[in-house]
């Protein structure tokens, strides 16, 4: 099956500069990459996603990067916010009738002010 | 607000008992996936269903089963609860099944 790795697993940022998250995946058959954020006591939010016909989605502030050789995936976030500050957790999807999410386990990203 | 509700939002019980954890979709959504959250293993999937058909089993034990009403809405049923099972559960739903899933914020467990 799926296995999704996430590096670093903690990362701090001065506000105002970028911060970039890196997902690996192991399966060639993915095709949907989705960046999810938790904040304490919450559900994972969806804030962008990705597909594999794709190699780079913005919006706004943070951007995503595909790259299906090497099969990594990137969340750029720039210029930091502390309200930035949560656990960001990457995914991947296998097309089919299992459509779960295989999940990274997380990272946890501090914006000093 | 994703638009994913459930309910209860906290549980606490003892060791044995049986739980019911409720989740009702976004509106339209057909599918319906139960993830379970612990500090060791992360987000690890449960179940999925849609359109009230069972579609897909991850790591989900025995002890565990799930079902989906004509209303769409969902039920996770965790008995003969061990201390292990304490994690955070979460739903979510999905407008297909593909892509997009959008989280409900969550039944934090505690088994004592």
């Known amino acids: 099956g799926e296995n999704v790795e996430q590096h670093p697993s903690t990362l701090s940022v001065q506000e105002g500069d970028s911060a970039v998250i890196k997902c690996t995946y192991s399966?060639?058959?993915?095709?949907?990459f989705p960046w999810y954020k938790q904040e304490l006591g919450k559900g994972p939010q969806l804030i962008i996603d990705i597909r594999s016909n794709v190699g780079e989605k913005k919006d706004q502030r943070i951007a995503v990067t595909l790259n299906k050789t090497a099969k990594h995936f990137s969340l750029h976030i720039t210029e930091t916010q502390p309200e930035d500050s949560a656990v960001y957790f990457c995914a991947a999807q296998i097309p089919g009738a299992n459509s779960k999410l295989t999940f990274g386990k997380g990272i946890t990203l501090s914006v000093r002010p | 607000d994703s638009g994913v509700t459930q309910t209860p939002k906290h549980l606490i019980t003892a060791t044995g008992q049986r739980v019911t954890l409720r989740c009702s979709p976004r509106?339209?959504?057909?599918?319906v996936y139960w993830y379970q959250q612990s500090l060791d293993q992360g987000l690890q999937f449960l179940i999925q269903y849609y359109n009230g058909e069972e579609r897909a089993k991850g790591n989900i034990l025995e002890r565990f089963s799930a079902q989906q009403f004509p209303d769409l809405h969902s039920e996770l049923n965790l008995s003969s609860l061990e201390l292990g099972d304490s994690a955070l559960y979460f739903c979510?739903?999905?407008?297909?099944?593909?892509?997009?899933?959008?989280f409900g914020p969550g039944t934090r467990l505690t088994v004592t």
């Open positions: 509106s339209g959504d057909l599918s």
């Open positions: 399966d060639s058959a993915s095709n949907y």
């Open positions: 979510a739903s999905s407008g297909s099944q593909q892509g997009e899933q959008y």
